[in-house]
């Protein structure tokens, strides 16, 4: 490898590792592990063979000619190794040269579920609306909204990472927690067929879609997901609005919008967001939300909307430490019935710290689908963006200044260069 291309790499890795160690990126609290419930790279699976008392089906996912044929089978745990969508999803990257993989495919935990009861709102409502209207009711006949000034809105401002989910219940959604029958029945018959279809291409032809990989956008529920960040946030507020801002593989910006009603009328990758106080518990309404995927888990619809509450956290001495977060999700199209997740987020620092920073992301990717297949594609292909060789000079003398006698300059940039002096 040339030292100019070594020196790009090494750019890009920089750049990553910049993006990683950044005060907001780090900001992550460690993430508490329950047993059979905390994140999957925990429980990693590595039997190639059923666990004991467990017999294998005849056919399962990893074996069939069609699953979208095996719609009975999809109840059954066996079907799909006892695997999480997580183990699921890196068990081909894991185990794909196995002899005889997929056939030969790892097994999971078959005792390993989080209950669906608690996946499930534990509300009355059956929309957003229905439940947005009735908290403000409630806030109305206590004599709200709370309406604040810039001298009295709550101090909230900081640098927040996200903790452990409240009693477990944000596991489900990242996707390390459950048996795949249990996912699928919160979903609708064509959301069900999505998500296999998805883990199916995943762990069987190793043809992961990844949005990260291809720079697509992270989708709207991706801020809850464990990969994401989404949750290590830098807040501000102030009367009109509070904004939350964050990120790892791409920028997730969400605007609480105090005391307005929606008006888009062009669906947005992170919806459109108001809400109002009701004393110190912000309460939140999203809709007008762009439908996407969480890749390894499900799709969602243009149908998906959120109320969500945001409530100080204190310590035993009534110090504020944090928010207590909750997020209902209402998406007919997508689940039969609503679902939720609880979060804490610890405020880790204040605006005033001088050496926290929220760090922009910018995705650049040149991986591409070949043949069906995610890869790395060379310099050598058209498809090729060389991020650090300005590309746009590239184009120009590829096309238009071919053959010219030109003066010599470097392309590499200087602050790369002076990494080799």
């Known amino acids: 490898m040339s030292v100019r291309s070594t020196g790009r790499l090494l750019a890009c890795a920089i750049m990553a590792a910049m993006i990683a160690a950044s005060p907001l990126a780090s900001a992550q609290a460690p993430v508490a592990t329950a047993p059979n419930h905390g994140p999957a790279d925990e429980n990693v699976p590595t039997s190639a063979t059923a666990p004991r008392g467990v017999q294998p089906l005849p056919l399962d996912v990893f074996t069939t000619k069609n699953f979208y044929k095996d719609k009975a089978l999809w109840t059954d745990k066996r ?50 609306k229905a439940h947005y209207e009735a908290l403000l009711a409630a806030t109305k006949a206590r004599g709200g909204p709370t309406v604040y000034t810039k001298a ?39 959301y069900q067929q999505r998500m296999l279809q998805g883990s199916y291409h995943e762990a ?22 464990l990969a994401a960040q989404g949750g290590n946030f830098q807040l501000t507020m102030n009367p009109y609005q509070v904004q939350f801002v964050s990120g790892i593989a791409a920028n997730f ?6 005391g307005r009603t929606h008006v888009q ?74 679902v939720h997740v609880k979060f804490r987020f610890l405020r880790q620092a204040r605006l ?16 591409k689908n070949v043949d069906g297949r995610p890869t790395q594609v060379a310099p050598s292909d058209i498809r090729y963006t060389d991020y650090y060789g300005r590309p746009w000079a590239k184009n120009w003398d590829q096309y238009f200044e071919k053959g010219w006698d030109k003066p010599e300059s470097s392309d590499i940039p200087a602050d790369i260069a002076d990494l080799f002096k």
């Not at 040269?97 to 097994?107: D, F, L, M, S, V």
């Open 204 to 225: 069987v032809t190793n043809a992961p879609q990844h949005t990260a990989a291809f720079c697509y956008p992270e989708g709207f529920i991706r801020w809850w997901s």
């Open 352 to 367: 005033d710290d001088p050496n926290r920073r929220f760090s922009y992301v910018e995705c650049l990717s040149n991986i």
């Open 265 to 338: 009328k062009v669906p947005q990758w992170y919806g459109e967001t108001v809400g109002f106080w009701d004393k110190d518990t912000l309460v939140t309404w999203t809709a007008n939300v762009q439908p996407w995927i969480i890749h390894s888990l499900f799709e969602f619809s243009g149908q998906m909307e959120t109320v969500e509450t945001y409530k100080p956290a204190y310590d035993a001495k009534g110090a504020f430490i944090g928010l207590d977060h909750e997020a209902v999700f209402y998406d007919p199209q997508a689940f039969v019935q609503p």
């Open 253 to 258: 910006v969400r605007q609480v919008l105090i």
């Open 152 to 190: 009295t809105t709550p101090d909230w401002d900081g640098y927040y990472g996200r903790a452990e989910p409240v009693d477990g219940s944000g596991w489900w959604l990242w996707g390390t927690a459950n048996q795949y029958p249990t996912y699928l029945s919160l979903l609708t018959p064509d």
């Open 79 to 128: 079907y799909f190794h006892c695997l999480s969508p997580r183990q699921m999803m890196d068990s081909y990257r894991l185990y794909g040269e196995r002899p005889g993989y997929p056939a030969t495919a790892p097994w999971g935990d078959c005792n390993v579920d989080y209950p669906r009861d608690k996946i499930v709102s534990p509300y009355p409502y059956k929309t957003a």
